[in-house]
């Protein structure tokens, strides 16, 4: 059994500007150290609850555990490219198949291509169609991982442009379905596929729409 990390490291970032802050020293004789963080609830890897996207949607303490852990099918999109629209045939010839209720992962290694601490990781990233979110419904999963910013108009936040709710389309498609989004995963290129055992529990924090999550696979899982 092999444990794989696949969440991002909270620190210095140009989008999310993480305030950390450490007080206490142990080599002057102070009894603790302790760190402070003040960061949004959807910087790095993180999970989403409808509340983000829906009026009066539950928030992220009503996301039960078993929604954001279980078995999980593996989407080899290793090979797309930058700025590519992902349709619903390019997932179709990814899926590995498998039951409903699943997690489902789409992996494209972006990561390995592209620094997720810089712009480019974001304005050149490949994107899902509606018909790709869509797709994703119908094979009725709890949740969809990404690791990818896999909206189009995600790049456009960087410059403050808003577009119609409906051009985000895994919220407006998948989201807005009860269908949990677990974004900004990293280092799935680790994973052997097409099967894996996934671990993404968001912190439990009272009325939010989302909350970071330590991510994780185990592999080799009985």
């Not at 969440?7 to 450490?22: C, D, K, L, N, Q």
């Not at 498998?98 to 972006?110: F, K, P, T, V, Y």
């Not at 409906?166 to 379905?177: K, S």
Request: hydrophobic share 45%.
């Amino acid at each position: 059994m092999t444990i794989v990390d696949l969440s991002m490291t909270v620190g210095p970032h140009f989008r999310w500007a993480p305030e950390i802050t450490v007080k206490g020293d142990k080599s002057a004789g102070d009894q603790f150290r302790v760190t402070r963080l003040a960061t949004t609830c959807h910087g790095f890897s993180h999970v989403d609850a409808q509340a983000h996207f829906i009026e009066d949607g539950p928030t992220i303490e009503s996301t039960p555990l078993d929604q954001v852990v279980g078995p999980c099918r593996i989407f080899n999109l290793s090979d797309v490219a930058a700025n590519e629209e992902i349709d619903a045939a390019r997932l179709r010839a990814s899926d590995p198949g498998g039951e409903e209720g699943e997690i489902l992962l789409l992996a494209s290694h972006w990561d390995t291509k592209r620094d997720f601490q810089t712009r480019e990781f974001w304005t050149e990233a490949p994107w899902l169609n509606r018909e790709a979110a869509e797709y994703l419904l119908a094979r009725k999963p709890k949740a969809v991982a990404v690791d990818f910013p896999q909206d189009f108009p995600i790049r456009l936040l960087l410059d403050g442009i808003r577009v119609p709710d409906e051009e985000h389309v895994t919220h407006d498609v998948l989201l807005r379905a009860g269908v949990t989004l677990i974004e900004y995963v990293v280092n799935t290129a680790a994973l052997k596929g097409p099967r894996t055992f996934l671990c993404a529990a968001p912190l439990k924090v009272a009325n939010a729409d989302g909350a970071p999550a330590r991510i994780f696979a185990i592999e080799g899982f009985a």
